[in-house]
């Protein structure tokens, strides 16, 4: 496999855009697929600690909630639903002893806690700080909305820029973005149709059109747009507010009402359309400030963060392959492919995969 790895282009062969994707965890990764999840974690001890779990029977996306911009919404309570689980199973793996081990109400605090300093930094800090330059420079809600909301935006990404420096400057950080360049590594020799093998797996790119990271920078652009386009004065005054303060208040709570369009709208940009279109020129032009970005959010991962991200791939590949068969009216037995049909209370540790 070395002389293979060694002879081939990374961009060689055929790209089948998947639809599995997942993130970066302490000391770990999880994948996801269309029927499960799972989450593998590098332990103190050097074993990979591996488990899967059943997604939620589809029920839920059928009828309305399966629109464009709607299912965006869904897909991005699912995936912070999913984010809390994984991110529970890695911090509880990942210290070296019980005290550096979060407990459960730790980490739901954890969380809320990120959520609130989210909304603080990037949405309320950035309209107020838009407020207080409209005193020195003639930009005003009232009278050009669209020259305040792209003030406000052009905060909103500096924010979100100094928050990514500041926190890849920590060096647990560093190890999650060595991680989170593994996952995209491992996706991309997926979606090549290559055996998963760390030598064939590091010839990837970091870099991949549907991070997390390219969303959220399409996120703020996106919010340009559709916060430009609210009459947030004309709605203040139907309501009789007509302070300063009470239309800036106004401004805000339309932000946070307005989040989940915006969401759904980028969601459809970056994951449905540039992500089954990713040799289209106008895509990479589209994305390419994204893809720029996630130079901040990747490291190149060594050999063992692959090996993680193998790890947690394989029970995704397994289970979809199984349920192909399944559907194809094939046998296809439980015990058919690797860990599969782990149940919710069980684990599978495994040594290094190579």
Not at 12 to 41: D, Y
Request: charged share 20%; with cysteine; glycine share 8%.
């Amino acid at each position: 496999m070395t002389d293979i790895a060694a002879k081939l282009p990374p961009d060689e062969g055929h790209i089948t855009h998947t639809h599995i994707g997942g993130q970066a965890v302490l000391e770990g990764i999880m994948m996801r697929g269309k029927f499960n999840w799972a989450v593998a974690v590098r332990t103190p001890t050097g074993e990979i600690h591996t488990e899967a779990h059943d997604l939620p029977v589809n029920v839920h996306r059928q009828g309305w909630l399966k629109w464009p911009i709607v299912r965006g919404c869904v897909a991005m309570v699912d995936t912070l639903s999913l984010a809390m689980k994984a991110f529970s199973v890695s911090a509880s793996l990942a210290g070296e002893t019980e005290d550096e081990q979060l407990s459960a109400k730790e980490i739901g605090f954890t969380m809320v806690f990120g959520v609130g300093l989210a909304i603080l930094f990037f949405i309320i800090l950035p309209a107020v700080a838009t407020n207080f330059l409209g005193r020195f420079i003639p930009i005003s809600m009232a009278e050009n909305p669209l020259r305040w909301n792209i003030v406000d935006g052009v905060l909103r990404v500096f924010a979100f820029f100094l928050y990514i420096w500041a926190i890849g400057r920590m060096a647990d950080i560093q190890r999650v973005f060595g991680y989170h360049g593994a996952e995209h590594k491992t996706i991309h020799a997926y979606e090549h149709n290559l055996p998963l093998e760390t030598p064939l797996i590091q010839r990837y790119s970091t870099s991949h059109v549907r991070c997390g990271t390219s969303f959220l920078l399409m996120v703020m652009v996106v919010a340009i747009i559709v916060f430009s386009l609210t009459p947030v004065k004309a709605i203040a005054f139907s309501m009789g507010v007509t302070s300063r303060v009470g239309v800036l208040t106004m401004a805000i709570l339309a932000r946070l009402i307005l989040m989940p369009l915006v969401a759904g709208l980028a969601y459809e940009i970056t994951v449905k359309w540039a992500g089954n279109h990713s040799e289209n020129p106008i895509v990479k032009v589209l994305l390419w400030p994204g893809l720029q970005m996630q130079k901040m959010t990747t490291r190149e991962p060594d050999d063992g963060m692959i090996e993680v991200a193998v790890a947690a791939m394989q029970p995704i590949i397994a289970r979809e392959d199984r349920e192909d068969r399944i559907a194809a009216g094939e046998d296809a037995p439980e015990d058919a492919g690797s860990a599969v049909d782990i149940p919710d209370e069980a684990i599978v540790t495994e040594g290094p995969i190579t």
